[in-house]
């Protein structure tokens, strides 16, 4: 019997877990579930006969151990920080590694004992980074199939609050890792437009956020994500005039995240001593920056109340958090939605042609969220595809290659996760 390992099951888990037990139920598959809250593993699962739940520290090298050794596949929903800890296991015992989280340099560092040992690692098997990757390259590869020449490429997702349960002034509620949020943006933004190269410090990120009109939604606001310039080479897009990737949010959400950010309320460096002190006299800093655009935004987030902040917190981002998981959380019986959408212009025998591919996925409920859905997937089809002999590579792997999109795009659609496309 196969045994796929999981580590974590926080709020993107619960999609995966359910697609992981069906699958074991078809394959004769087990499932080994690790978190270090056992209950929450149990609570996910309903004691399935296919699946074990295990309270572990991912810390400990013995118990991390112990539990890679079993495994046939091993997935990873843990911090990208903790990534790293599992692959060099994974590295050791022989044992393929998927992850939704960005590659970074220490998974990097392993590639030559990946590829001597024949593994396979998949990283940024998610939504974004993931789905898009999938979504983008599948027509990228068919323009340049048919010899068209791309100029522009935008690539464009957030995750959002659906309209039935939009009943708050920023138009958003939390449906991922609450830190995610307070923290979006910090890294700057480098991207490339009409054949220059742009650097946005995080001062900059959220201000001038251009418009994006999706079908049945109106405009949303796009903020820079991240360096888009990395992908360049990895789609093979070297030459397109334009090149970027953002996020999007309803405009409401980039004028007050604006103001927190010229604040420094977001700030997880600086150590402060929380005695005595209000959420008011916190963000004092912010008062400069209140205008009639933001001002209800900021007061229905609490900024202003003469109450104690948290004695919890250590740093301003901390109170921060603490905010937003008190006013802007999904509630049961809300759902969240899931929208991208690819805008990507080409060149073929003089013309130029505009293809829009959008999606937009919403949950069933403050569980079952689109966010988890789309996460979530991508990694349990990807492991079951790698399980059933589907995907033979072995190396460090986006899923930017017709070998792992295509099965698993095919999956995706099977699972509802449908793109419409129109030429403009």
């Not at 078809?26 to 739940?53: M, Y």
């Not at 708050?168 to 949020?181: A, D």
């Not at 003089?350 to 409920?365: A, H, M, N, P, W």
Request: proline letters at 4%; glycine letters at 6%.
């Amino acid at each position: 019997m196969k045994k796929i390992l999981l580590f974590g099951a926080g709020k993107s888990s619960t999609v995966l877990i359910d697609y992981l037990i069906a699958e074991a139920r078809e394959n004769n598959w087990f499932i080994i579930i690790a978190d270090v809250n056992k209950e929450q593993i149990v609570g996910k699962t309903n004691n399935s006969a296919f699946t074990e739940a295990v309270q572990t520290d991912i810390t400990d090298d013995l118990q991390r151990s112990a539990l890679i050794q079993q495994a046939a596949i091993v997935i990873s929903m843990m911090p990208p920080a903790l990534h790293f800890l599992i692959a060099k296991d994974c590295v050791e015992y022989g044992k393929n590694l998927l992850t939704a989280s960005y590659l970074d340099a220490s998974i990097k560092s392993l590639q030559t004992e990946i590829h001597i040992k024949k593994l396979l690692f998949i990283v940024e098997m998610g939504l974004d980074p993931g789905i898009d990757h999938m979504s983008a390259m599948r027509i990228i590869d068919d323009i340049k199939a048919r010899s068209g020449v791309i100029i522009s490429f935008k690539s464009h997702c957030g995750g959002l609050v659906a309209p039935e349960n939009d009943d708050n002034p920023w138009h958003y509620k939390i449906s991922w890792n609450p830190r995610n949020v307070v923290m979006a943006g910090k890294a700057g933004a480098a991207y490339k437009l009409a054949g220059e190269i742009k650097y946005e410090p995080y001062e900059t990120v959220f201000s001038n956020c251009p418009q994006v009109d999706i079908d049945g939604l109106g405009s949303l606001a796009a903020y820079p994500n991240r360096d888009s310039l990395s992908y360049l080479p990895i789609y093979e897009l070297e030459h397109t005039a334009t090149f970027l990737r953002t996020t999007l949010r309803y405009p409401a959400f980039c004028v007050g995240w604006n103001a927190i950010v010229l604040s420094g309320l977001a700030n997880d460096a600086a150590i402060l001593n929380t005695e005595g002190l209000t959420f008011s006299k916190w963000s004092a800093a912010v008062v400069p920056f209140v205008n009639d655009d933001n001002k209800t935004l900021l007061r229905f987030l609490g900024l202003f109340d003469e109450v104690p902040v948290p004695s919890t917190a250590k740093t301003s981002a901390d109170i921060l958090q603490f905010l937003l998981e008190t006013r802007l959380m999904m509630q049961p019986g809300d759902k969240d939605m899931v929208v991208m959408m690819h805008e990507i212009a080409y060149e073929y025998c003089g013309v130029t042609t505009k293809i829009e591919s959008s999606l937009v996925i919403k949950g069933e409920d403050h569980l079952r969220t689109a966010m988890a859905k789309a996460v979530g997937l991508p990694l349990g089809i990807a492991a079951k595809l790698i399980l059933n002999g589907t995907i033979q590579l072995t190396g460090i792997h986006l899923p930017t290659i017709k070998e792992i999109y295509d099965p698993v795009l095919i999956e995706l659609e099977k699972a509802g996760i449908c793109f419409i496309e129109k030429e403009l």
